[in-house]
């Protein structure tokens, strides 16, 4: 039988998972837009980097790249289109598509994108962000987490201003594993969505290790951190890699402050393999007009990934950087097989809770 959660286990310590062959970059015969998108947004990340540091030391005091790095290169997002708007309080790096005249109100968000890390949460925002109804903050503002203590006046700073009717938005994938959490989202609103992006738990962490291990080249394998005892056996729950992926029992928690009405799952399988079904399904739990549909992607050959045909604000093709859709190493099957089996009761627990089934574990 699997080895229970530890309760106090720290998710603090690095994380990584392996991604063996590039399994959900699926061939798929979609139309291609621009076959090869290599080099584009080159301009826009160099100066990204600059602003992405002033905000770092200046304005959010966010840890460097390392700790602060989940995101990478998408987490600015949209620094070119904002930086005339750029008061000097709220960092490009923050402010979100601003309308063409800067007129609106800047609101606390309505619905968060709440994790899970590495699910797929930049694809699902920056998806999100082409609908007119949409407006979303680029940068992650782990307001919930690390910032709390800022205020919600803080935060609702950070937010774009948005007109009668439509919806604010930010994400932080992390906020899913905090445990206070959910009873600040609460405090915030009861009545905020929450969308979490789930991911083959196995996948995801092989994607963590291959994000930490991008970082840090020198650290331990994969199969050397799984495991607390390699020979018995014994899974290091308390490494956060594993610990992130027991959705059911981080699922829990929340389920303590808001009803699962509230919260919808999106499966990170499915926002690859059918991008234009997910995003129905997110536009009809916001209570949105469906807009976002099949016209607006394209599958890449060379990303192995489905793009947009034009990003928000934008008549160019648009690929998510580089950092997403890493190829990961290869893992020993064996040890694969031995996670697979730990997260199987977790899986169908959260199957059972989420009334969906996500088909991991074949
Ligand atoms: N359209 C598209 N393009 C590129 N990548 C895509 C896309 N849709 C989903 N994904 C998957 O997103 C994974 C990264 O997840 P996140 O954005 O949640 O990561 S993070 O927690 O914000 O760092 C990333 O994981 P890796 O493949 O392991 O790099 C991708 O598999």
Redesign the pocket.
Known sequence: SPSPAKEDSSLGRDSG?F?NS?T?KKRLAWATVGSELTGYGAARRASRALADDRSRKVFLQLPEEEEAG???E?GGGEEEESTAAWSGKVSPRFAGKLSPLGEGSKKLPQALIIG????????LLEFLRVHPDIRAVGA?PHFFDRNYDHGLDWYRDLMPKTLEGQITMEKT?SYFVTREAPARISAMSRDTKLIV?VRDPV?RA??DY??TLSKKPDIPSFESLTFKNRTTGLIDTSWSAIQIGIYAKHLDNWLQYFPMEQILFVS?ER??SD?AGELGRVQDFLGLKRIITDKHFYFNQT?G???LKKAEGSSKPH??GK????T?PNIDPEVVQRLRDFYRPFNMKFYQMTGRFFGWNN
Do not use: M, W, Y
């Open positions: 998972l991604g590039r959900n989940e995101d990478e998408e899970v890390k590495k699910g797929g949460t930049r694809a992650e994938p992006v996948t092989i994607s291959t994000q990170g926002l690859i991008p990303k990934f489905p793009c690929c998510l950092t997403k859709g890493r990961h």
